[in-house]
């Protein structure tokens, strides 16, 4: 369902698009690669007086990683179609490699704040980085779901509020791992 209209009159400002697609690899690993697109509603001239045309991206950048199944990551590249302040922002690009050895699934998003935080790496970069956990646990899903070992709970539950414990979809898919209501009330107020 769509957003409600808006109660006020609005003018556009700013455009940020992030896409991120997903391969399985020939070799047997995956390759993630995320993208961020800003541009603005509007045109405006730069301090070097040149003219930024409404729509024209100020940061364009991507970012590709490869992992194996257990969702470390193996190889990292990041690359710069546009950027504010050209080559001094991309060249942090390099030490994006940084990200491997990381796996995506254990405190990824904090190693990655702790490694590329303020001048040590790209705000937008960094952020970008961000959406790849989720994205490849997607990726990953069927063939997660097909090898996984049926005395091990599920990495997906009590990870949302679809998924939670006590809730009909768990109920539907994972019935050995559904709690009651009242079962998961009585152990939450026990403690």
Not at 25 to 54: N, P, T
Not at 121 to 136: D, F, I, K, Q, R
Request: charged letters at 25%; one cysteine or more; aromatic letters at 8%.
């Amino acid at each position: 369902m769509p957003l409600p209209l808006p109660a006020y009159p609005r003018k556009p400002m700013h455009n940020r698009s992030i896409q991120v697609h997903s391969f399985e690899r020939e070799d047997g690993l995956w390759d993630v690669e995320a993208e961020l697109i800003d541009s603005k509603a509007f045109s405006y001239i730069k301090r070097d007086g040149s003219e930024q045309k409404i729509g024209q991206a100020f940061h364009h950048m991507h970012l590709r990683i490869t992992i194996d199944s257990s969702f470390t990551i193996q190889d990292a590249m990041a690359t710069y179609d546009a950027a504010p302040f050209g080559e001094t922002c991309s060249s942090i690009a390099t030490e994006y490699r940084d990200l491997i050895g990381m796996n995506l699934l254990k405190s990824f998003r904090q190693q990655v704040k702790e490694r590329f935080s303020r001048t040590a790496g790209c705000t937008h970069m960094t952020e970008l980085a961000a959406v790849l956990p989720t994205a490849a646990v997607q990726t990953m899903s069927g063939q997660r779901r097909n090898a996984a070992d049926p005395t091990k709970r599920p990495y997906q539950l009590g990870g949302c509020t679809a998924w939670r414990l006590d809730g009909p979809i768990t109920k539907e898919h994972y019935p050995q791992w559904y709690v009651a209501p009242e079962v998961l009330g009585a152990k939450v107020s026990e403690k």
